[in-house]
Nanobody, 118 residues
Framework: QVQLVESGGGLVQSGESLRLSCEAS????????MGWYRRAPGKQRESVAT??????ANYEDSVQGRFTISRVNANTVDLQMNILKPEDTAIYYC?????????????WGQGTQVAVSS
């Protein structure tokens, strides 16, 4: 059974940092594009950062320069979040996906809450 488990969320003040971690069981991340997504209150889920197996990272514009996604090892992907802002408040989800068409597979974690006070 595949599981993605996020950790590291919490309540911080504006300008502070948090580091989120996503650990997989049942799969290794080899071959998967890994990503962090978030859903803010009253908004749709959006992509925050993704990283390919080759280490190519992409970021949503509002987090560019503040957040860093990294593949720590075969089973762990982190998201370092610096200079946090109140608008970063959301539930953050880890995602793993690979393939296309009939070969497409994707997995989601349960989410971890990040709250940033002003």
């Amino acid at each position: 059974q595949v599981q993605l488990v996020e950790s590291g969320g919490g309540l911080v003040q504006s300008g502070e940092s948090l580091r989120l971690s996503c650990e997989a069981s049942g799969i290794g991340f080899s071959g998967y594009v890994m990503g962090w997504y978030r859903r803010a209150p009253g908004k749709q889920r959006e992509s925050v950062a993704t990283i390919t197996e080759d280490g190519v990272a992409n970021y949503e514009d509002s987090v560019q320069g503040r957040f860093t996604i990294s593949r720590v090892n075969a089973n762990t992907v982190d998201l370092q979040m610096n200079i946090l802002k109140p608008e970063d408040t959301a539930i953050y989800y880890c995602n793993a996906r690979r393939g296309s068409g009939r070969g497409y597979s994707t997995y989601w974690g349960q989410g971890t809450q990040v709250a940033v006070s002003s």
